[in-house]
């Protein structure tokens, strides 16, 4: 069995990916999702810092005052799950704007892998691609949108919110973020949206792990600027060893 045929776990596959996204051919295609990444979520970043005691102080302040003496324990939950909350949106955001150059690293990525070519039309192609490339990730954005709403309305519930939301998000947030990364090398091959979500569901183990080192690095400041090709590159190696054969 060659390297790139070795199943892994789902956090196998990140951490593939960091080892992946280093390698020579590789790492010129990283620069551009890169870049974008820490355009978008270190400015993010910076305006969240500026802000975030006023936010956690105005949700703490919702609490009854029965359980005030929960402040000392949830601060910390909040100003977790505000950072992941910021970060995953930001992410989303510099993904949605990068979406052509994150498919072409999974594509150059599959070919590393493999051996074998993805696409030989050439850049034109690429270029041309672009309008059903982002149609795509307003796509994954609709699937999105509705869940995460529901879930900042939970965190808004006094008391419940505050214990139980930041929990419900960062699972929702691990299943979110290997739909995203995961759905890159499927896009290149043009497999539906919904096949990619009932590939995913069979092997929820390793989705959910997966998604779940990548959620838990986007929240954690200046590691989450180098995320985004790393994950591309461990979930294009998912694809290539769990799902491309099938």
Avoid at 36 to 45: K, P, S
Avoid at 56 to 76: A, E, K, N, R, T
Avoid at 167 to 173: E, G, H, K
Wanted: charged residues 15%; hydrophobic residues 50%; glycine residues 8%.
């Amino acid at each position: 069995m060659t390297t790139y045929q070795k199943k892994r776990t789902g956090f196998g596959y990140f951490l593939y990916g960091l080892e992946i996204a280093r390698q020579p051919g590789i790492r010129k295609f990283v620069l551009l999702p890169l870049l974008a990444n820490i355009l978008l979520v270190g400015g993010a970043l910076y305006y969240m810092f500026s802000h975030l005691s006023v936010w956690i102080d105005h949700l703490l302040g919702q609490m009854p005052s029965y359980l005030s003496w929960l402040s000392y324990l949830l601060w910390p939950i909040l100003a977790i799950t505000i950072l992941a909350t910021f970060s995953y949106f930001f992410s989303t955001l510099a993904n949605f704007i990068a979406a052509p150059f994150n498919g072409l690293l999974a594509e150059k990525v599959e070919e590393k892998l493999t051996g074998h070519r993805v696409n030989d039309d050439g850049l034109m192609s690429v270029v041309k691609d672009i309008p059903r490339v982002l149609a795509r990730e307003w796509k994954k954005l609709l699937y999105v949108l509705p869940k995460a709403i529901g879930l900042f309305i939970l965190l808004l519930i006094p008391a419940l919110g505050q214990t139980l939301g930041p929990i419900f998000w960062f699972v929702f947030s691990s299943w979110m973020l290997a739909v995203q990364y995961c759905d890159y090398p499927y896009d290149n091959h043009k497999i539906s949206f919904n096949q990619m979500k009932m590939d995913l569901k069979r092997k929820k183990g390793k989705a959910y792990g997966f998604g779940f080192l990548v959620a838990f690095f986007t929240s954690i400041p200046i590691l989450n600027l180098f995320v985004v090709p790393v994950a591309i590159c461990g979930a294009t190696a998912m694809w290539v060893a769990e799902f491309k054969g099938e």
